[in-house]
């Protein structure tokens, strides 16, 4: 059973003042939370409401966090929807990953203090909401001096993006990967984290009447090359001139988008899986298979998450990604800012085809 809370020693932070009494246990115990609900599974706009509640006790092992944004992911519109493999239990609040500062720490709490800059370790957290209180060891810190919209978005477009370029196919400087959805938030970390690698990317994206902007601006995050499927079809030996055949291919669209990235991959080189745009099966022809050695595979940030929590590999690549948007070697994705009170609006913006704009929730105005 857990210490009452009068018997823990809670540090918690006022107005940017560390206080190290324990009269500012009752204190925590008493403040309220702005939160992102759901009590059912179905369209976001309809079953997502804001609820007022006030926050549980703060237990000997546990931390006090002020969030202060958190994006929206498609993962997170799936899970709303019921079609994620995760399934929180209801009623919930969403929220995969997010920035917070730590306001208040348990007794027992030794690797954090207030003021402290944390993000989730776990995919539990529910992160769209002004505070919460959670075990120490659900969140992390992260390197000072990283920009906090860049931390708030790290754990699943970066780190997927990261993963993939390195787990699949030894990848060296001046090697070359293919891939579609270049806009989505995935696709502009791939750009971003290959070009610090010294990797070349060839970028395929939909037709649209903002191409060309849209061109110029994948372009200036570093991209090589940037074409639609039609461009490549219809000149090919032009798009690609000068560049190796694609060692990797990463498809976030499935359907007949797949045969446009294994056209082009070199033999023994790999296909990965990790979002299904289309909602189409991916479509691999036999002759890519059997002639061509691909190898196919998917990809899941969470289950890679799940298997290395706490582990130096985890930590490695929080580091690393941190120190290259330290430099400017990684940009801020594309992004717009939203109050949690303007939530809806965030809602409609991330479940927007073609969407090129991260839709990030600003949750310290409260």
């Known amino acids: 059973m857990a210490a009452p809370m009068s018997k823990l020693r809670l540090t918690f932070c006022h107005n940017q003042c560390l206080r190290f009494r324990s009269l500012c246990v009752k204190n925590a115990s008493t403040l309220a939370a702005t939160s992102i609900v759901y009590e059912k599974h179905g369209d976001p706009l309809s079953v997502l409401k804001l609820q007022e509640t006030k926050l549980k006790d703060v237990d000997e092992d546990e931390v006090l966090i002020q969030m202060v944004a958190a994006p929206i ?16 239990t209801l009623p919930a609040v969403p929220g995969y990953e997010g920035v917070g500062r730590i306001q208040g720490v348990g007794s027992k709490v030794t ?3 207030p003021g402290d800059l944390v993000i989730p370790n776990t995919g539990q ?11 120490s060891t659900d969140v992390q810190t992260f390197p000072d001096g990283t920009p906090l919209l860049f931390a708030a978005s790290l754990r699943v477009n970066m780190c997927t993006a990261y993963r993939m370029l390195s787990d699949f196919e030894n990848l060296q400087p001046g090697d070359c990967v293919i891939q579609n959805a270049a806009n989505s938030g995935a696709g502009q970390a791939v750009i971003q984290i290959a070009a610090a690698r010294g990797i070349k990317t060839i970028n395929i994206i939909r037709d649209r009447p903002d191409l060309e902007e849209l061109q110029s601006f994948l372009l200036g995050l570093g991209a090589t090359i ?8 219809q000149n090919e030996k032009l798009v690609l001139k000068d560049l190796p055949k694609p060692r990797l291919a990463l498809n976030a669209v499935g359907g007949k988008s797949c045969f446009a990235l294994l056209k082009h991959l070199q033999a023994s080189g790999t296909l990965v899986t990790y979002g299904g745009m289309s909602k189409q099966p991916v479509m691999v022809p036999t002759s890519s298979l059997i002639f061509s050695d691909v190898k196919v595979r998917g990809y899941w940030m969470s289950r890679w998450h799940l298997q290395n929590s706490h582990s130096d590999e985890a930590s490695a690549m929080v580091d690393e990604l941190c120190s290259w948007a330290k430099t400017g070697k990684i940009k801020l994705l594309r992004h717009r800012l939203h109050s949690i009170h303007e939530f809806q609006a965030a809602i409609e913006g991330a479940m927007k085809e073609s969407q090129t704009e991260k839709q990030i929730l600003r949750l310290d105005e409260d």
């Open 73 to 88: 992911n498609p993962a997170d519109i799936n899970t709303i929807q019921g079609q994620y493999p995760i399934k929180p």
């Open 226 to 233: 940037v074409t639609t499927e039609a461009e490549l079809r």
């Open 111 to 113: 690797s954090m203090k």
């Open 125 to 135: 957290l529910g992160s769209w909401r002004t505070r919460l209180v959670c075990k």
